[in-house]
């Protein structure tokens, strides 16, 4: 970049600046998506190190996992909720990513996810998918893979039935939801293999566990999860 487009990039950055997708304040040279206090100081769980954090405990009794994991909380009304707002209904699929990146980072110091094969995001009806234009979770699941050595898998966890909204839905109406929503379309290319299933925010977990509950079926298969962000 020579000094007359510097100038020019600077002047429009000033004019129109980028702003912090979590706090909204203006970004600086090198920032990108969130501000450097912002990307160091977001409320993390630090649930890497914890094999009996809370997320994990949401399965306990209800089937086999080998580890689960939310990279943040989510308060609302905090940085998270307008951080996930951006990034779900604001098309910042690239907070999906870096999100992705930044936990990938973190799972990869512990020994149960290095040997995940496949990282599958759950998956979104096609008709909700036409609506949105992209899979949060697959964004998520792209930035993560990579960092654990591990190829997204799209294609095999399948989602069969339209859903109503789980927002303002009791955990066993959650439940009830999800039942027969989810197949496993080649159980034969997870067989024996260790598997990351991953979405943007875990709340009851009903979603998770109608997924997870399928995928178990596959025969030898591993069951691990991570989410971007943990509803408290």
């Known amino acids: 970049m020579n000094l007359q487009t510097s100038y020019l990039a600077d002047f429009i950055a000033l004019l129109f600046p980028e702003l912090c997708q979590a706090c909204n304040e203006s970004l600086v040279a090198g920032e990108k998506l969130l501000c450097t206090d912002c990307r160091y100081n977001l409320p993390y769980t630090d649930f890497h190190l914890k094999d009996d954090n ?35 209904y604001k098309g910042m699929r690239k907070i999906g990513n870096l999100m992705g990146n930044i936990a990938g980072d973190r799972l990869a ?12 995001p759950v998956p979104l009806h096609k008709s909700r998918l036409r609506k949105r234009g ?3 979770a697959a964004c998520f699941a792209e930035g993560l893979a990579p960092k654990l ?17 789980q927002t ?14 989810f197949i496993v379309n080649d159980p034969a290319a997870l067989a024996n293999k ?3 299933l991953v979405d943007d ?5 009903s979603t998770l566990e ?22 408290v």
């Open 54 to 88: 809370i997320v994990a405990q949401q399965f306990w009794g209800k089937m086999s996992v080998e580890s689960a994991y939310a990279l943040c909380y989510f308060n609302k009304g905090g940085k998270m909720q307008h951080l996930m707002h951006q990034f779900k």
């Open 201 to 205: 925010v875990i709340t009851t977990g």
């Open 134 to 136: 992209y899979n949060q």
């Open 168 to 181: 303002h839905r009791s955990r066993f109406s959650r439940f009830e939801n999800m039942q027969q929503v």
């Open 210 to 231: 109608a997924c997870g509950t399928e995928l178990l079926k596959v025969e030898g298969l591993k069951l691990s999860i991570a989410t971007i962000a943990y509803a």
């Open 194 to 196: 260790h598997v990351l």
């Open 149 to 165: 050595g591990a190829e997204v898998m799209e294609d095999n966890l399948l989602r069969v039935r339209a859903t109503e909204t």
């Open 109 to 120: 110091l512990n020994p149960v996810y290095r040997d995940v094969d496949y990282v599958i």
